[in-house]
């Protein structure tokens, strides 16, 4: 009997002992092939530093289908990770049925999703976002991703798959303080401050901005260049005017000293407003001086037009009702909408870029990476300038046999040590140190400078990526600020929009029309089992008692 007690006692003992170390050694393990729960070393700096408290509300809580349940336990696991990181991560689970007036208010647009249960489609209403507060800040997650074309698993595997860059940057905004700067040049014809409010207000959310004017190197070279060189990124959004010999040497030197360049570029004469107005317009070549600058840095924009059978659409005004204009949406192959190649943390499970009277870019041989992150649709086609643009080609049947030039690249990220396009040449200014190669530097070309403009709405800028006529939402917001945080990014955050996870999920169709065989055997199958053992059992004991 002592006995007995005595092993009790110590089994007790060994518990409480057992308990104490597991309350101060604390281990997790990923043991899924893909790795889906080890965060990465970006996403563990970030929460690491947190020292007050985060907290977030998901408003995922509710009856689901298994595809969204399955979201919803996705971003709990997700942030459970995090909170044993970090206990100052805190978060809550909030169902938005009651509130979802006061949601909507707030900004979280719903959405309506298509589902199939038993072969019967329906639709429902859910609230797939997140929001972080921290201090007096406050960042909104979207957690379904709304990828243009793509199916409702495919859409499912790409939200899953962002969650970890979804909150990671979100805490990042709203725990880390400013550092990097940024110039937005003017001066040569730029895009006007109403067309790019919306991109720069979002910008501004993580970086210093302010304007600068190459006017002053005219008359003060040294200054300018010493000035512009304070900055880590110019963007150069859709220039019209020339660039004088100063200008490109300024913009040349502050290159090859690691400043880093976002260029948004139309070396074509073509706008939508003319075209309205008359019908038809003449799309001619524009020279803005830049040609050397970007041949030497191993890219080439061409004057010509790309014409994409795969494109968005324009509104025309096709009648009156009553004393109303009515207007309907036609497709323009002027407006390629260029879905992501997915080859480049920058360009992964965005939506469907809007790119408008676009040239095409060739890349040239040299020691510089290049990848090509925007191109046009396989059946697309360029069109050389100067050339007639008109409405009318919108009535006609286009001949798919003339579109089979695809596949041209409008943005190209460039990698490595540049060398300098005054290289060898007379200086257009002497400098105390001029540079003829860069330190490694990146930059990004793009062949169109309308992609960074929002629409205006009653004199307002709307959305960057919003079609103001058909509400359709366009990824040309996300591309660029993952252009902007690739360049500038000294976290590793961009990086981690390119880890893969594979989901898994249920082919609907298939368990429909198998679903009574497999009901049959949920319920037979362990009653066979049991009966099984149950006449083992029977028979041992009528052989032990015989």
Do not use: C
């Not at 972080?132 to 074309?149: A, C, G, P, R, V």
């Not at 298939?510 to 009653?527: S, V």
């Amino acid at each position: 009997m002592k006995n007995r007690y005595s092993k009790i006692v110590v089994l007790f003992i060994s518990l409480v002992f057992v308990n104490f170390i597991g309350s101060k050694a604390y281990k997790r393990f990923d043991l899924t092939q893909d790795n889906r729960y080890t965060l990465s070393e970006a996403t563990t700096k970030i929460v690491e530093k947190v020292n007050d408290v985060v907290l977030i509300k998901v408003y995922l809580q509710g009856d689901f289908p298994a595809e969204f349940k399955r979201l919803q336990t996705e971003t709990k696991l997700h942030l459970e990770e995090l909170k044993a990181l970090n206990k100052n991560i805190q978060f809550r689970f909030v169902n938005p049925s009651k509130i979802g007036q006061e949601l909507i208010n707030s900004g979280l647009e719903p959405s309506n999703l298509q589902i199939e249960e038993n072969g019967k489609l329906s639709e429902i209403v859910i609230f797939p976002w997140a929001v972080i507060n921290y201090k007096d800040k406050t960042e909104k997650i979207s957690l379904l991703k709304d990828i243009f074309s793509n199916s409702q698993d495919e859409q499912l595997e790409s939200s899953i798959q962002n969650l970890e860059f979804a909150f990671a940057n979100a805490i990042h905004k709203v725990t880390s303080k400013k550092e990097k700067k940024i110039a937005v040049l003017k001066g040569n014809g730029e895009l006007n401050d109403i067309y790019v409010a919306d991109f720069l207000r979002k910008l501004g959310e993580y970086y210093f901005l302010a304007p600068f004017t190459l006017d002053s190197v005219k008359n003060f070279p040294q200054k300018t260049l010493n000035e512009i060189s304070n900055f880590d990124l110019a963007i150069i959004a859709k220039p019209t005017e020339k660039f004088s010999e100063e200008e490109k040497f300024t913009l040349d030197q502050f290159i090859m000293n690691g400043g880093k360049t976002l260029w948004m570029i139309d070396n074509v004469q073509a706008e939508l407003d003319s075209l309205m107005n008359t019908g038809e317009s003449l799309a001619y070549p524009r020279d803005l001086g830049l040609t050397d600058l970007f041949f030497n840095y191993g890219v080439r924009i061409n004057t010509d037009l790309i014409a994409d059978l795969y494109s968005s659409e324009i509104p025309l005004a096709t009648g009156n009702i009553g004393n109303q204009i009515q207007y309907n949406a036609f497709l323009w192959e002027y407006f390629p909408l260029v879905n992501s190649q997915n080859n480049h943390p920058i360009n992964i499970n965005i939506e469907a870029v809007n790119i408008r009277f676009s040239n095409s870019i060739d890349t040239l041989k040299n020691e510089i990476h290049k990848t090509v992150l925007l191109k046009s649709s396989p059946v697309s086609k360029t069109i050389g300038t100067p050339a007639i643009i008109s409405l009318k080609s919108i009535t006609k049947k286009p001949n798919p046999a003339e579109y089979v030039q695809g596949n041209k690249p409008i943005a190209v990220l460039l990698e490595g040590t540049f060398k300098s396009a005054y290289n060898g040449r007379i200086k257009p200014f002497g400098t105390s140190n001029p540079k003829d190669t860069s330190v490694e530097n990146k930059m990004i070309v793009i062949s169109d400078g309308d992609i960074i403009a929002n629409e205006i709405s009653k004199g307002k800028p709307m959305e960057l990526g919003v079609n103001k006529w058909t509400n359709q939402r366009y990824g040309n917001k996300e591309f660029l600020l993952n252009a902007v945080n690739y360049l500038l990014d000294d976290t590793g955050l961009i990086n981690i929009r390119s880890k893969k996870l594979k989901i898994n999920f249920l082919n609907k169709q298939k368990a429909y029309e198998q679903a009574n065989k497999w009901q049959l055997i949920n319920i037979l199958f362990p009653l066979i089992i049991l009966a099984f053992f149950g006449l083992i059992f029977n028979y041992l004991r009528k052989k032990k008692y015989r």
